[in-house]
């Protein structure tokens, strides 16, 4: 049986390397933070393999994500000038391959979907290939690597003056450490803030939230219900960045004793529904960076709350269809 650790050694492995590069990147008057930054997200990927299995201490790793906050909340973690393609040559690059470009791309979710339909369901002597819920997510780690081989394949036939050098490994390893740079200490918000729904579920914020809920909650009202769920998972979402971290907590408070028990709404549809009122609170709050400020960087946008300002005009009729159709269809 194959597990997802590996995707997990994986990614930490390339954290540590873009530790290394960024140490010795001159250029980066911030480089020996960012070094430590890297190096100790690279640490905790690795390290929490035993942490799970109980064979190390979990304390040690609880240091590393305070640490890394600090050096992330004071101002350590700097970008540099990492020796990679210029503008002018993967403008040229893309007009000389057009859009066969995209082909790595879109290798990624190809796999994924092979190991989720497929791979999933192949047992070998009687025991399955892949452990219970990791294939996505091992479709999407062995995606990843087709995808950077299918890269080197297709642009080895590129002139060595639109690459800047010879096509080696290195290269996807010096290009992702730019970007990685580019994103800066929001690549692990995603997790910082699901994280932060868990801890809020286990301090018991949604039964406080509950409690708070009956009193303004006329009784019986299920349109107050199905509206403040459904708004309530938007402002969370909007406060804490993340519909995931906002779910357990309005779940906990509304959806499942209100919606589900009181009224007895189907639990699919009501939970879907209200996940995807989350998303509406996503599209416009700069704290889900990964949605709103990363592409902005990416793509360097000179407006960095770009994509929020051109998303804001579907957030209102969006979050109203999902209120109606969590009333009309859920109960």
Do not use: H
Not at 47 to 61: D, G
Not at 150 to 177: D, F, K, N, Q, Y
Not at 233 to 256: D, E, L, S, Y
Not at 287 to 303: C, G
């Amino acid at each position: 049986m194959i597990s997802a650790e590996w995707l997990y050694w994986l990614c930490g492995a390339l954290f540590l390397i873009a530790a290394v590069m960024v140490g010795r990147d001159a250029d980066n008057p911030k480089r020996i933070g960012s070094a430590v930054f890297w190096a100790l997200l690279g640490f905790a990927f690795c390290y929490s393999t035993f942490v799970v299995s109980k064979t190390a201490p979990a304390w040690l790793l609880g240091i590393v994500v305070i640490a890394t906050a600090c050096l992330a909340g004071f101002g350590a973690v700097g970008k540099g000038t990492l020796r990679t393609t210029v503008e002018k040559q993967r403008e040229a690059l893309a007009e000389r391959f057009g859009a066969r470009i995209f082909i790595p791309v879109l290798v990624i979710p190809l796999v994924a979907v092979l190991f989720a339909t497929v791979l999933a369901k192949l047992t070998i002597g009687g025991k399955p290939l892949l452990a219970q819920g990791t294939a996505t997510l091992a479709g999407l780690g062995v995606g990843s690597l087709v995808a950077v081989v299918t890269g080197l394949v297709l642009l080895r036939s590129a002139p060595l003056a639109l690459t800047g050098g010879p096509l080696t490994p290195a290269v996807p390893l010096r290009e992702g450490t730019r970007l990685l740079q580019d994103i800066g200490w929001a690549v692990v918000l995603p997790q910082m803030l699901a994280i932060l729904g868990l801890l809020f579920d286990q301090a018991g914020v949604g039964k406080a939230v509950g409690a708070v809920t009956k009193q303004v909650l006329p009784d019986g009202s299920l349109l107050g219900a199905v509206l403040l769920y459904c708004v309530g998972m938007a402002a969370f979402t909007i406060v804490m960045g993340n519909a995931f971290a906002a779910f357990p907590v309005m779940t906990a408070a509304i959806g499942w004793p209100v919606l589900v028990q009181q009224f007895g709404g189907n639990p699919a549809l009501v939970f879907a529904v209200g996940m995807l009122s989350g998303f509406c609170g996503t599209l416009c709050t700069p704290m889900a960076a990964n949605f709103n400020i990363v592409p902005a960087v990416l793509l360097e946008m000179r407006d960095q709350y770009g994509p929020i300002k051109a998303q804001l005009p579907t957030v209102a009729p969006l979050l109203v269809c999902n209120i109606a159709i969590m009333y009309f269809l859920a109960f």
